[in-house]
């Protein structure tokens, strides 16, 4: 006996990817700096960064500098931003590998300005200066924005480095925050420009700044969460940005039982059935990251139809109370997908947990094997 659909699996809908990067150049104007971080948000970084750039993204962004060198050794070639870096680390091989070094200290400027890759130990160190404008997360602080200010201007004069970008992140807090952020870049920026720095870009939003707040989307914005087609926005779905989901968490029905009224159902037999019924077992628990928070919570759709999870998400399995549908062993379960599709969003997990969609997408385990669609 054969069964049609996947035990289970994460299809990546690369489609999706180019036409949501497409979709928000048109809105923005401006460039598209695809971020594919954390493996690109859980989807597979190098595929979809190839789907970003078939897109029209200009430039790539990663946390690590090991992300972006999995990127070329994976064969992009496009420009290439990493800009979380252990203490101490030096740049060699980003400025080896052509990687534009996100520089957010004192340190990590004169770390930049001293990489001499072997290949072309003079060039200058593509960097991207990071300005904290008020997350009080990364970025130079207020503090020593004077001092790396006037350093950075020396470097890049006697050749050392090449300041290719200043930018910043912004908080998503509202409206009047991000606005108060935009006008502290907007000064950084004056600042820079009167100690003789003239980026080549600045870039201040990421993908909710890049819909909702036009005023921060200067040269670039950094589209992480719209790339794979999630809204940022509660109350705003993926359709209403015109973004289609890249991700669809399927699995196929495990197995099968009737079982009697008031039957306990996973541990602490948090469920417990009303009246005879039928349980279905769906092979994916937390360890492939579906929420333990969900429990009693997460919507499913089994054999097309809606359910919600029963009792405890396990390590490796839930089960769903479908009544008295006729559900069989090989039918397909879908966590969640695209809406338009009548799949549950991956937003109403996160909903269902108390997190938010990056979470969600983000955290789908190892064990989930990814299959690219286009
Ligand atoms: C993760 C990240 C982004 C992308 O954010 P989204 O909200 O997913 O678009 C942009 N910029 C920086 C600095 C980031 O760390």
Not at 215 to 226: F, H, K, P, Q, S
Not at 257 to 282: H, I, K, N, Q
Not at 307 to 335: I, P
């Amino acid at each position: 006996m054969t069964y049609p659909n996947p035990f289970r699996e994460a299809a990546i809908d690369l489609g999706a990817v180019s036409e949501n990067v497409r979709t928000l150049r048109t809105l923005t104007g401006v460039q598209v700096i695809g971020v594919v971080k954390a493996d690109g948000y859980g989807h597979g970084a190098a595929a979809v960064a190839t789907a970003a750039l078939a897109g029209g993204a200009t430039r790539l962004g990663t946390a690590t500098i090991e992300e972006s060198l999995a990127l070329r050794r994976a064969g992009i070639t496009a420009p290439l931003l990493a800009w979380l870096h252990e203490p101490g680390r030096r740049f060699d091989d980003a400025v080896e590998a052509g990687i534009e070094v996100g520089v957010s200290s004192w340190e990590q400027l004169i770390a930049a300005s001293e990489a001499a890759p072997a290949s072309m130990p003079a060039a200058p160190a593509p960097v991207h200066l990071k300005v904290d404008t008020g997350l009080s997360r990364n970025g130079v602080a207020d503090a020593d924005l004077d001092r790396v200010l006037a350093e950075a201007a020396r470097l890049e004069r006697i050749g050392r480095i090449r300041v290719v970008g200043i930018f910043s992140h912004l908080s998503g807090t509202g409206v009047e925050e991000d606005l108060a952020q935009l006008a502290r870049y907007t000064e950084v920026i004056a600042k820079a420009e009167s100690f003789g720095i003239r980026p080549e870009i600045r870039h201040l939003a990421a993908t909710a700044a890049a819909i909702s707040l036009p005023e921060a989307r200067l040269d670039a914005v950094r589209i992480g969460l719209g790339l794979y087609g999630l809204s940022p926005f509660p109350g705003r779905s993926s359709a209403d940005l015109g973004l289609r989901p890249a991700m669809t968490l399927r699995a196929s029905v495990a197995a099968v039982r009737r079982v009697p009224a008031g039957s306990g159902v996973s541990y602490d037999y948090a469920y417990r059935c009303e009246r005879e019924t039928t349980l279905a077992l769906v092979p994916l628990g937390y360890a492939d990251g579906v929420p333990r928070q969900a429990s009693g919570r997460g919507p499913v759709l089994v054999a097309g139809r809606p359910h919600t999870v029963a009792g405890r998400v396990a390590m490796d399995q839930f089960v769903v109370d479908v009544g008295d549908e006729q559900v069989a062993v090989g039918d397909e379960v879908v966590l969640f997908g695209d809406p338009t599709r009548g799949h549950p969003a991956a937003t109403e997990w996160a909903d269902a947990a108390g997190t938010i969609n990056y979470e969600i997408v983000t955290r789908i385990g190892a064990r989930v094997p990814r299959r690219t669609v286009s």
